[in-house]
């Protein structure tokens, strides 16, 4: 860094640079600051000594930088319920020092309150005493009402004459969200030209007594509000996280949902014995199913909890009512709406024209009733068949080459004569099923 100076030189002026910056100013005018990159000069002249209207430009440098600037006081404070008190203060305006008294509207004194009147003007509520705690400027050019268990902000401003004035703020929110409120984004216009400052920030809730917060701008910053309650966020209400499924039911889940609980846990509908819990399957389809499948060893079970009755509605009328504690097979019970079809040989195939129907299996000897592969007897997913052995022969549920039949146990034959049992297939591969219901 070199460092340009005129010197006096005893009596001959002349310009030097040095790379020590000189101390003694009387002798050495300082022009400014030159840093070489290279060939290229960077050259800084602002910081040099001018010669001129002095007082002028410190006035103007006063007036840009330093407007309205404080020396002591001016400090609000809550006074009363919902007043406001200022200390005196002590300011310089450009060269000129001055006072402002103290103020407490509690005892006497008076403010000016202002709101945006919606048509880029201002209206004043004058002589006001108190902060306003029920009504905030929403920008329509009439005072809104605060909602329940929210906060308005209010912006203190004092002039160069003592008077001082209130700007209602626009926030009707959270207590952080009041914190976090930014200065106004415009004024009264007689505020301009150093005329008022900003004193300080009052947060108030609605319809309280006392403020919330009040901070003044010289003894504490105004520190931005973040939320330690969840429920202080702003958007809550919004659905833009698409990949969880809203509580009120607007958004239906879009794919397979596998729900797998603790050991031990359950589903709970309501929050009392009467209310009841609802798990309903809706197609337009006339073959649509609901399907409940066990896939572990543990037991499931659907408890209608104490003395209440569980109720498996069939169809689209009937229902099956299960007492008060008391256990029922439910393959007993899911074919009550079911197309019947006799089956007498001692050798039957499950058919596709067999889906949704109850197959009443009737002989003296016992039946071997056969799954066949999809490719001959092209079932729908998920498909259901219900299985009654009405005669004395019991009925073995077999697997055709290329078929996987999954039950408890691995038991494939029904548990006597009038045990029910029930076939349905996977709900992804073709030609594997599953075998529920009373099994030996």
């Keep these: 860094m070199n460092y340009v100076y005129v010197e006096y030189n005893a009596g001959s002026p002349q310009v030097v640079a040095t790379t020590t910056k000189r101390t003694e100013e009387q002798t050495n005018v300082f022009l400014g600051t030159v840093y070489r990159i290279g060939t290229v000069l960077h050259i800084t002249e602002s910081t040099r000594a001018v010669v001129g209207d002095h007082a002028l430009q410190m006035i103007k440098r006063l007036r840009e930088t330093m407007p309205f600037a404080r020396v002591s006081g001016g400090v609000i404070s809550e006074a009363g319920t919902r007043n406001i008190a200022i200390t005196a203060g002590e300011w310089w305006e450009n060269l000129t020092d001055f006072t402002t008294p103290a103020v407490d509207t509690s005892v006497a004194g008076t403010f000016g309150y202002y709101y945006a009147d919606g048509i880029g003007g201002w209206t004043t509520v004058a002589a006001s005493t108190q902060i306003d705690n029920t009504q905030y400027d929403d920008g329509s050019g009439t005072l809104a009402t605060l909602s329940n268990?929210?906060?308005?902000?209010?912006?203190v401003y004092q002039g160069q004459d003592g008077d001082f004035y209130v700007v209602y703020g626009t926030t009707n929110g959270k207590l952080s969200v009041a914190e976090s409120a930014g200065l106004?984004?415009?004024?009264?216009?007689?505020?301009?030209?150093?005329?008022?400052?900003?004193?300080?920030?009052?947060?108030?809730?609605?319809?309280?007594?006392?403020?919330?917060?009040?901070?003044?701008?010289?003894?504490?910053?105004?520190?931005?509000?973040?939320?330690?309650?969840?429920?202080?966020?702003?958007?809550?209400a919004d659905d833009d996280h698409t990949q969880y499924v809203p509580v009120d039911g607007s958004r239906n889940i879009a794919a397979d949902t596998d729900l797998t609980l603790a050991i031990g846990k359950v589903i709970i509908g309501g929050s009392?014995?009467?209310?009841?819990?609802?798990?309903?399957?809706?197609?337009?389809?006339?073959?649509?199913?609901?399907?409940?499948?066990?896939?572990?060893?543990?037991?499931?079970?659907?408890?209608?909890?104490n003395s209440q009755n569980l109720i498996l509605a069939i169809g689209n009328s009937e229902a099956v009512t299960v007492d008060t504690n008391k256990t029922v097979t439910i393959e007993e019970k899911l074919s009550a709406n079911a197309t019947v079809t006799v089956l007498s040989?001692?050798?039957?195939?499950?058919?596709?024209?067999?889906?949704?129907?109850?197959?009443?299996?009737?002989?003296?000897?016992?039946?071997?009733?056969?799954?066949?592969?999809?490719?001959?007897?092209?079932?729908?997913?998920?498909?259901?068949?219900?299985?009654?052995?009405?005669?004395?022969?019991?009925?073995?549920?077999?697997?055709a080459v290329g078929v996987t039949i999954h039950s408890p146990g691995g038991l494939l034959a029904l548990d006597g004569q009038y045990a029910g049992a029930v076939l349905q297939k996977d709900s992804v591969l073709a030609d594997t099923w599953y075998l529920e219901g009373r099994l030996a």
């Excluded at 268990?149 to 912006?155: D, E, F, P, S």
């Excluded at 319809?207 to 202080?232: E, K, M, P, R, V």
């Excluded at 309903?280 to 909890?305: E, I, K, P, V």
């Excluded at 197959?359 to 003296?364: D, G, K, P, T």
């Design 345 to 399: 040989t001692t050798s039957e195939t499950v058919l596709a024209a067999h889906e949704s129907e109850e197959l009443q299996l009737n002989n003296a000897s016992p039946i071997t009733l056969t799954v066949d592969t999809n490719a001959n007897q092209a079932f729908d997913q998920d498909a259901l068949v219900f299985l009654r052995q009405t005669g004395a022969g019991v009925v073995t549920v077999a697997a």
């Design 184 to 236: 106004p984004a415009s004024l009264p216009p007689h505020f301009a030209e150093a005329h008022a400052r900003l004193m300080g920030r009052v947060i108030i809730g609605k319809s309280d007594s006392a403020f919330a917060d009040i901070a003044s701008s010289f003894d504490s910053q105004f520190n931005l509000g973040t939320a330690i309650d969840h429920g202080d966020l702003s958007g809550l």
């Design 149 to 155: 268990n929210k906060y308005g902000v209010h912006w």
């Design 272 to 305: 009392v014995i009467s209310d009841n819990l609802i798990i309903s399957h809706y197609n337009n389809n006339t073959a649509a199913r609901f399907a409940l499948r066990q896939t572990s060893a543990g037991q499931t079970r659907l408890n209608a909890g």
